[in-house]
Protein backbone atom coordinates (compact mmCIF):
# COMPACT_ATOMS: atom_id res chain seq x y z
CA UNK A 1 0.00 0.00 0.00
CA UNK A 2 1.67 3.26 -1.19
CA UNK A 3 2.42 5.48 2.09
CA UNK A 4 -0.37 8.94 2.69
CA UNK A 5 0.70 12.06 0.38
CA UNK A 6 2.38 14.89 2.51
CA UNK A 7 2.97 18.56 1.99
CA UNK A 8 3.40 21.54 4.02
CA UNK A 9 3.68 25.28 3.15
CA UNK A 10 7.08 26.93 4.03
CA UNK A 11 7.69 30.00 5.10
CA UNK A 12 9.79 32.65 8.02
CA UNK A 13 7.72 33.00 10.10
CA UNK A 14 4.42 30.43 9.19
CA UNK A 15 2.91 30.68 12.72
CA UNK A 16 0.43 32.76 11.02
CA UNK A 17 -0.22 30.67 7.75
CA UNK A 18 -3.94 29.43 7.54
CA UNK A 19 -3.24 26.54 5.26
CA UNK A 20 -2.65 23.56 7.32
CA UNK A 21 -6.14 24.97 8.50
CA UNK A 22 -7.47 25.41 4.95
CA UNK A 23 -6.13 21.82 3.83
CA UNK A 24 -6.63 19.81 6.82
CA UNK A 25 -10.33 20.98 6.50
CA UNK A 26 -10.39 19.15 2.88
CA UNK A 27 -8.25 15.94 4.06
CA UNK A 28 -10.81 15.77 6.08
CA UNK A 29 -14.47 16.18 4.16
CA UNK A 30 -13.13 13.97 1.33
CA UNK A 31 -11.73 11.45 3.28
CA UNK A 32 -8.26 11.50 1.93
CA UNK A 33 -5.09 9.63 4.06
CA UNK A 34 -2.96 12.33 3.98
CA UNK A 35 -1.33 15.22 5.90
CA UNK A 36 -0.49 18.94 5.29
CA UNK A 37 1.83 20.46 7.97
CA UNK A 38 3.21 23.98 8.48
CA UNK A 39 7.65 24.06 8.37
CA UNK A 40 9.50 27.52 9.40
CA UNK A 41 12.40 27.05 6.84
CA UNK A 42 14.76 29.89 6.84
CA UNK A 43 15.74 31.80 3.35
CA UNK A 44 19.44 30.66 3.73
CA UNK A 45 18.09 26.46 4.02
CA UNK A 46 15.35 27.06 1.44
CA UNK A 47 17.17 25.09 -1.33
CA UNK A 48 18.34 22.18 0.80
CA UNK A 49 14.43 21.90 1.90
CA UNK A 50 13.50 22.32 -1.38
CA UNK A 51 15.87 19.50 -3.18
CA UNK A 52 15.24 16.99 -0.08
CA UNK A 53 11.80 17.00 -0.74
CA UNK A 54 11.26 13.53 -2.16
CA UNK A 55 14.11 11.95 -0.14
CA UNK A 56 11.97 13.17 2.95
CA UNK A 57 8.78 11.87 1.55
CA UNK A 58 7.18 15.18 0.28
CA UNK A 59 5.27 15.67 -2.25
CA UNK A 60 5.42 19.06 -2.80
CA UNK A 61 5.11 22.26 -0.83
CA UNK A 62 3.52 26.00 -0.86
CA UNK A 63 5.68 28.68 -0.37
CA UNK A 64 4.71 31.83 1.37
CA UNK A 65 6.63 34.81 3.00
CA UNK A 66 9.62 35.38 1.60
CA UNK A 67 10.65 32.16 -0.16
CA UNK A 68 7.96 33.13 -3.47
CA UNK A 69 10.80 35.09 -5.43
CA UNK A 70 13.95 33.07 -4.46
CA UNK A 71 12.10 29.64 -5.42
CA UNK A 72 12.52 30.56 -9.32
CA UNK A 73 16.09 30.11 -9.20
CA UNK A 74 15.79 27.20 -6.85
CA UNK A 75 13.37 24.85 -8.89
CA UNK A 76 14.42 22.57 -12.08
CA UNK A 77 11.10 24.42 -14.31
CA UNK A 78 8.94 27.03 -14.17
CA UNK A 79 4.92 27.35 -15.66
CA UNK A 80 4.39 30.09 -17.78
CA UNK A 81 2.49 31.89 -14.95
CA UNK A 82 4.72 31.87 -12.53
CA UNK A 83 7.32 32.59 -15.32
CA UNK A 84 5.06 35.97 -15.83
CA UNK A 85 4.78 36.74 -12.09
CA UNK A 86 8.67 36.36 -10.91
CA UNK A 87 7.19 34.17 -8.01
CA UNK A 88 6.25 30.41 -6.79
CA UNK A 89 3.84 28.85 -4.49
CA UNK A 90 3.84 25.66 -5.44
CA UNK A 91 6.66 23.34 -5.65
CA UNK A 92 5.85 19.75 -6.85
CA UNK A 93 8.33 16.86 -7.67
CA UNK A 94 7.95 15.36 -11.14
CA UNK A 95 8.68 11.46 -11.77
CA UNK A 96 11.91 12.14 -12.50
CA UNK A 97 12.83 13.83 -9.03
CA UNK A 98 12.48 17.20 -10.95
CA UNK A 99 11.21 20.56 -9.19
CA UNK A 100 8.36 22.48 -10.87
CA UNK A 101 7.67 25.88 -9.57
CA UNK A 102 3.86 27.47 -10.06
CA UNK A 103 1.66 30.21 -9.34
CA UNK A 104 -1.63 29.84 -8.54
CA UNK A 105 -1.60 33.36 -6.61
CA UNK A 106 -3.69 35.05 -10.05
CA UNK A 107 -5.69 31.90 -10.51
CA UNK A 108 -7.29 32.30 -6.73
CA UNK A 109 -7.76 36.88 -7.03
CA UNK A 110 -9.77 35.67 -10.77
CA UNK A 111 -11.65 32.70 -9.13
CA UNK A 112 -12.63 34.99 -6.05
CA UNK A 113 -14.12 37.86 -8.39
CA UNK A 114 -15.95 35.26 -10.79
CA UNK A 115 -17.39 33.23 -7.79
CA UNK A 116 -18.25 36.65 -5.98
CA UNK A 117 -20.37 37.69 -9.72
CA UNK A 118 -17.99 39.86 -11.37
CA UNK A 119 -18.26 39.51 -15.10
CA UNK A 120 -15.03 40.89 -16.92
CA UNK A 121 -15.75 43.21 -19.75
CA UNK A 122 -12.12 44.83 -20.71
CA UNK A 123 -12.37 48.56 -19.49
CA UNK A 124 -10.38 49.90 -16.79
CA UNK A 125 -9.23 48.68 -13.15
CA UNK A 126 -7.30 51.05 -10.36
CA UNK A 127 -4.63 48.80 -8.46
CA UNK A 128 -3.29 50.37 -5.40
CA UNK A 129 0.11 49.21 -3.79
CA UNK A 130 3.21 47.07 -5.43
CA UNK A 131 4.12 44.48 -3.64
CA UNK A 132 4.59 40.70 -4.04
CA UNK A 133 1.05 40.51 -4.13
CA UNK A 134 0.31 43.24 -6.89
CA UNK A 135 2.31 41.25 -9.40
CA UNK A 136 -0.25 38.38 -9.23
CA UNK A 137 -3.13 40.46 -9.42
CA UNK A 138 -2.14 42.34 -12.24
CA UNK A 139 -1.26 39.44 -14.58
CA UNK A 140 -4.60 38.62 -13.42
CA UNK A 141 -6.45 41.61 -14.34
CA UNK A 142 -4.28 41.75 -17.91
CA UNK A 143 -5.65 37.94 -17.90
CA UNK A 144 -9.21 38.80 -17.41
CA UNK A 145 -9.31 41.28 -20.55
CA UNK A 146 -8.80 44.76 -18.95
CA UNK A 147 -7.02 46.65 -21.28
CA UNK A 148 -5.96 49.66 -19.02
CA UNK A 149 -4.66 49.73 -15.54
CA UNK A 150 -4.03 52.33 -13.21
CA UNK A 151 -1.35 52.03 -10.35
CA UNK A 152 -0.40 53.37 -7.14
CA UNK A 153 1.61 53.09 -4.74
CA UNK A 154 2.97 55.17 -1.78
CA UNK A 155 6.62 53.85 -3.30
CA UNK A 156 6.30 55.09 -7.06
CA UNK A 157 9.76 53.66 -8.35
CA UNK A 158 8.07 50.25 -7.63
CA UNK A 159 4.80 51.06 -9.22
CA UNK A 160 6.99 52.40 -12.36
CA UNK A 161 8.71 49.58 -12.50
CA UNK A 162 5.66 47.03 -12.67
CA UNK A 163 4.13 48.91 -15.14
CA UNK A 164 7.10 48.83 -17.55
CA UNK A 165 7.62 45.05 -16.64
CA UNK A 166 4.15 43.34 -16.80
CA UNK A 167 2.38 45.75 -19.51
CA UNK A 168 1.38 44.08 -22.65
CA UNK A 169 0.30 45.35 -26.24
CA UNK A 170 -3.05 44.63 -25.06
CA UNK A 171 -3.19 45.82 -21.38
CA UNK A 172 -1.48 49.23 -20.94
CA UNK A 173 -0.57 49.92 -17.34
CA UNK A 174 0.39 53.67 -16.35
CA UNK A 175 1.10 55.09 -13.16
CA UNK A 176 -0.73 57.22 -10.65
CA UNK A 177 1.23 59.29 -7.91
CA UNK A 178 -0.04 57.95 -4.41
CA UNK A 179 -1.71 61.75 -3.39
CA UNK A 180 -3.57 61.96 -6.08
CA UNK A 181 -4.96 58.33 -6.81
CA UNK A 182 -8.36 59.26 -5.27
CA UNK A 183 -9.39 61.91 -7.35
CA UNK A 184 -8.58 60.24 -11.18
CA UNK A 185 -10.84 57.32 -9.95
CA UNK A 186 -13.69 58.26 -13.07
CA UNK A 187 -14.24 55.09 -15.55
CA UNK A 188 -12.71 52.61 -13.40
CA UNK A 189 -14.81 49.50 -13.43
CA UNK A 190 -12.53 47.24 -10.42
CA UNK A 191 -10.72 48.66 -7.60
CA UNK A 192 -8.22 46.46 -6.29
CA UNK A 193 -6.45 47.07 -2.86
CA UNK A 194 -3.45 44.43 -2.64
CA UNK A 195 -1.29 47.11 0.16
CA UNK A 196 -1.53 45.47 4.04
CA UNK A 197 -3.08 48.61 4.72
CA UNK A 198 -5.98 48.76 6.52
CA UNK A 199 -4.83 45.18 7.71
CA UNK A 200 -5.34 43.87 11.51
CA UNK A 201 -1.94 45.56 13.31
CA UNK A 202 -1.39 47.75 10.24
CA UNK A 203 -2.07 51.42 9.72
CA UNK A 204 -5.35 52.15 8.02
CA UNK A 205 -5.98 52.84 4.66
CA UNK A 206 -6.51 56.25 4.26
CA UNK A 207 -8.34 56.55 0.73
CA UNK A 208 -11.80 58.09 -0.98
CA UNK A 209 -14.08 56.55 -3.04
CA UNK A 210 -15.30 59.73 -3.71
CA UNK A 211 -15.02 59.74 -7.31
CA UNK A 212 -15.39 56.24 -8.06
CA UNK A 213 -17.83 55.06 -10.01
CA UNK A 214 -21.29 53.44 -8.30
CA UNK A 215 -21.18 50.44 -10.72
CA UNK A 216 -17.69 49.58 -9.98
CA UNK A 217 -16.72 46.69 -8.10
CA UNK A 218 -14.21 47.13 -4.91
CA UNK A 219 -12.08 44.01 -3.62
CA UNK A 220 -9.46 44.24 -0.77
CA UNK A 221 -7.34 41.06 -0.88
CA UNK A 222 -6.92 41.50 2.72
CA UNK A 223 -8.47 38.93 4.90
CA UNK A 224 -7.73 39.76 8.20
CA UNK A 225 -10.39 41.62 9.18
CA UNK A 226 -12.81 40.28 6.90
CA UNK A 227 -14.46 43.49 6.23
CA UNK A 228 -11.94 45.94 5.90
CA UNK A 229 -12.24 49.43 6.11
CA UNK A 230 -12.23 50.48 2.55
CA UNK A 231 -14.43 47.14 1.52
CA UNK A 232 -16.80 49.02 4.47
CA UNK A 233 -16.83 52.72 2.94
CA UNK A 234 -17.89 50.72 -0.61
CA UNK A 235 -20.78 49.06 1.09
CA UNK A 236 -22.09 52.46 2.64
CA UNK A 237 -21.59 53.33 -1.12
CA UNK A 238 -23.41 50.63 -2.58
CA UNK A 239 -20.73 49.58 -4.44
CA UNK A 240 -20.44 45.28 -5.08
CA UNK A 241 -17.42 44.60 -2.67
CA UNK A 242 -15.33 40.97 -2.60
CA UNK A 243 -13.46 40.69 0.58
CA UNK A 244 -10.13 38.53 0.30
CA UNK A 245 -10.58 35.43 2.12
CA UNK A 246 -11.97 33.89 -1.14
CA UNK A 247 -8.15 34.85 -2.90
CA UNK A 248 -6.35 32.38 -0.36
CA UNK A 249 -9.10 29.64 -0.78
CA UNK A 250 -9.03 29.29 -4.60
CA UNK A 251 -5.87 29.61 -4.92
CA UNK A 252 -5.07 26.57 -2.71
CA UNK A 253 -7.41 24.53 -4.66
CA UNK A 254 -5.01 23.41 -7.67
CA UNK A 255 -1.95 23.11 -5.02
CA UNK A 256 -4.64 20.16 -3.15
CA UNK A 257 -5.27 18.84 -7.01
CA UNK A 258 -1.48 18.57 -6.75
CA UNK A 259 -0.94 16.95 -4.05
CA UNK A 260 -3.91 14.84 -2.93
CA UNK A 261 -5.53 13.95 -6.78
CA UNK A 262 -8.46 15.86 -5.69
CA UNK A 263 -10.00 19.57 -7.10
CA UNK A 264 -11.84 20.36 -4.28
CA UNK A 265 -14.72 22.79 -4.06
CA UNK A 266 -14.70 26.51 -1.67
CA UNK A 267 -17.99 26.29 -0.09
CA UNK A 268 -19.16 28.57 2.80
CA UNK A 269 -18.61 25.63 5.65
CA UNK A 270 -15.48 26.17 4.50
CA UNK A 271 -15.18 29.82 4.81
CA UNK A 272 -16.24 29.72 8.31
CA UNK A 273 -13.99 27.14 9.04
CA UNK A 274 -10.88 28.81 7.93
CA UNK A 275 -12.17 32.04 9.38
CA UNK A 276 -12.54 31.02 12.45
CA UNK A 277 -16.50 31.09 12.87
CA UNK A 278 -16.48 27.53 13.30
CA UNK A 279 -14.93 24.81 14.99
Given at each position: MPSPSKAAVLGYPIGH????RLH?????????????????????????????????GFIGVNLTVP????????????????????????????????????????YGFTQNLLTAGFKPKGGTAFVLGAG????????????????????????AEH?????????????KIS??????????????????????LGMTGK????????ELPTEAFVTD?????????LLRQAKQRCHQTIDGLGMLLHQARPAFEAFFGRDPQVTQELRNFVAGTTK
Open positions: SLSPGFWLHYYGIAGSYEAREVEPQALSAFLRGLQDNHKVAACGIVDSLDPTAQRIGAVNLVTVDEQGKLLGRNTDSGACRAVLVALSDMGFTDIRLANRTAEELAQELSTPHCTVAWIKAAHVLSGADLLVNTTSPPLDFSLAIVYSPLETD
